[in-house]
């Protein structure tokens, strides 16, 4: 499969390149650094990014940017970049992803445990993981040619325990080689309007 | 209790008006024809409507449009119409709000069954509902002063199956006055961070 890996180079993205690359031909895209820049707050770049790589297998996207601050200090500029980011970013994401898709191809995107299981600091990320896992259900059951989309959802990672661990007591911090076994499900499967979680 | 009711002349809200009238001294605000003019989707008219009317006990939204169209017919305005009304409209009335609560005021918001339960045309509905349900339950383990917050997912009004029946054969339709509970639970009960499902 020929596969657009979204946010390639973050944790969760080499873990789902490592995990991917093994059997398929994977296209790395990003904000800086990556073979394809494409920046999910800006439509366009998408738009740009999908017209030179298309067509595509599947589009995976690892990458979602959020505020992070107490509730009350979440300014609305902050709420405005995590619904423009890991938000609408990822369902602009799919939706013009999809018409870059071969029949039956797949979207997988990414939301994460603090869904329901939340933290101080957490409440802009919450909200984008919770439209999104939502998003993937009703776009499911829409989407023509045998397209498929799902999520997966995240938990800590272990990788990220060294600035995120005051957040995260008390939760099971997943290495990013087992989260990328969500993303291999979503992409390697047959299932669709799912949310894998990975916690 | 005094209670500001956001979306008061809705079919949901004039159930809620009927249920809490009873009991409180209900402000009821809108886009027109209320007491109040807020617009939800703009927040210096929310802070207006709180500047009018605070100091109060708790605020309820029974409002929130979204845009309702096959999933590859909505445009990017119709997805920020939907974000900036049912979903950031209901959190910017929910962090604007708090300052104007009253110690251990309540805040509820509005979901739905479109959440988990999806329907051709709803996939906006869907994305605001699940991230408001993530919100409530984030927003409430950082609010300060014992405030509390809470969601209502109604299922299809039977009041509106002339206009949305199509769209939910199948759905048990809900009365108004049986989705006016889940408020009361939420304004009147001690939870908080829950989603009071009447569906």
């Known amino acids: 499969m020929k596969i657009l890996l979204v946010g390639a180079h973050g944790t969760v993205g080499r873990g789902v390149a490592a995990e991917l690359g ?6 790395d ?17 998408i738009r740009r990014a999908l017209d030179k790589v298309g067509p ?18 979440l ?17 602009h994401l799919a939706l013009l992803g999809q018409q870059y898709l071969r029949d039956g191809g797949s979207i997988t995107l990414t939301s994460g445990v603090l869904r329901d299981q939340p933290v ?15 998003f993937v259900r009703a776009a499911a059951i829409e989407l ?9 959802s995240p938990g800590v990672l272990l990788e990220s325990m060294d600035s995120l661990g005051p957040f995260f007591r008390g939760f099971d911090p997943v290495p990013a080689t087992r989260v990328a076994l969500g993303y291999a499900r979503s992409v390697e499967g047959a299932e669709t ?4 979680e990975v916690q």
Chains 1, 2 share one sequence.
């Open 22 to 27: 093994q059997r398929h031909e994977l296209i």
């Open 29 to 45: 895209a990003g904000r800086k650094g990556a073979s394809v820049t494409l920046d999910l707050a800006d439509r366009d770049s």
């Open 56 to 73: 595509l297998d599947a589009i995976v996207s690892a990458a979602g940017l959020v505020g992070w601050k107490p509730l009350l200090d």
């Open 75 to 91: 300014t609305p500029d902050d709420w405005a970049y995590s619904v423009a980011n890991k938000l609408m970013g990822q369902v």
């Open 120 to 134: 101080p600091y957490g409440a802009a990320a919450s909200l984008a993981n919770g439209g999104i896992e939502a």
């Open 144 to 152: 023509p040619r045998g397209l498929r989309i799902n999520a997966v």
């Open 193 to 196: 309007g799912r949310v894998f």
